[in-house]
């Protein structure tokens, strides 16, 4: 059995459908809030649902008997409750996580989370960093993920591919190496039991590394127009970062200023090693504007 913890979020659902598809019991966590849509799917999917909250240790403990591995991708960033912040669910939700899966035996855990900037410390990346620590003692996955495609390509961040609007952060030279978060899912559900992921931290990103204007450049030739780029000057987004107000704003503007920066990984070898097929920036390109065409 095993146990997946954002279920109801872009990689956790994603993650359900692929552990399921192959013959896994999958046992999914979600809220009693949670959408019935989403939690519909997941049944649809042959997911076994438990009702639980990782700032609740007592519906963790449940959540985790019976299960001989976890998969974590939650987190409060996109998507959040009465009573949710980084500080409550990234960090101690998720060490409440892990404490529960150790008492119950659980025999591998998966951690998504991020490469951070060192020169950029935020409430996120010292949450993933505390939970990584708190995983050393068990065999663990630590998957640090780049820049997530559906997220930043997308209108939720200023990446308007259908008006042709794009918002950039900083000046756009800088490579990133964009990743779906299907791979990332896939990568999950393919982790979570192959012998050559046990007590390791992978980098993982797409197959190729781009900047953001070069992204655009792709997206003008695959919708055949010209896009509109405004750019946020890095000194605006690094005087984000000093005046942030809270826990959120801090870690959304370091993420921003990481990616003015830029974050490449060679995730070659990964794949070769996990026998995984990454998407394309090119990929992802022509199927979010074939869907919105056809919307």
């Known amino acids: 059995m095993i146990l997946v913890a954002g ?6 659902s994603a993650v359900c459908e692929k552990l399921a598809a192959r013959g896994e019991r999958v046992r999914a966590l979600v809220r009693g809030a949670s959408s019935a849509e989403k939690t519909a799917k997941l049944r649809a999917c042959g997911a076994e649902l438990v009702i639980g909250d990782l700032k609740d240790p007592a519906s963790l403990a449940t959540a985790c008997r019976g299960a001989d591995a976890v998969i974590s991708t939650a987190s409060s960033t996109l998507s959040r409750e009465v009573g ?6 990234d960090a101690s939700g998720q060490l409440n996580l892990v404490k529960a899966a150790e008492a119950a035996g659980v025999q591998r855990f998966v951690f998504v989370s991020f490469r951070r900037e060192p020169a950029l410390p935020s409430p996120l990346g010292d949450a993933k960093a505390a939970v990584e620590r708190a995983l ?3 065999n663990h996955t630590v998957i640090q993920a780049n820049c997530f495609m559906e997220i930043w390509l997308s209108p939720m961040l200023g990446f308007d591919y259908m008006n042709g609007n794009v918002r950039m952060y900083g000046a756009g030279t ?3 190496s964009w990743v779906s978060a299907a791979d990332v899912a896939g990568f999950c559900a393919v982790a ?3 012998p050559a992921a046990a007590r390791r931290m992978i980098e993982f990103g797409g197959p190729e590394a781009l900047s953001p204007l070069e992204v655009v450049a792709r997206f003008e030739r695959i919708a055949g127009r010209k896009f509109h780029v405004e750019h946020v000057p890095e000194s605006a987004l690094r005087t984000q970062f000093e005046n942030a107000g809270n826990s959120l704003e801090k870690s959304f503007a370091a993420l921003m200023l990481s990616y003015a920066l830029g974050n490449v990984m060679d995730t070659a070898a990964v794949a070769a090693e996990f026998g995984l097929k990454l998407t394309s920036v090119d990929e992802y390109a022509r199927r979010v504007l074939a869907a919105g065409a056809a919307a």
């Open 7 to 12: 279920a109801t979020g872009l990689v956790g």
């Open 84 to 89: 949710d912040s980084i500080e409550t669910v």
């Open 136 to 138: 050393a003692g068990m």
């Open 174 to 176: 800088k490579a990133l």
């Open 192 to 194: 979570v039991r192959h």
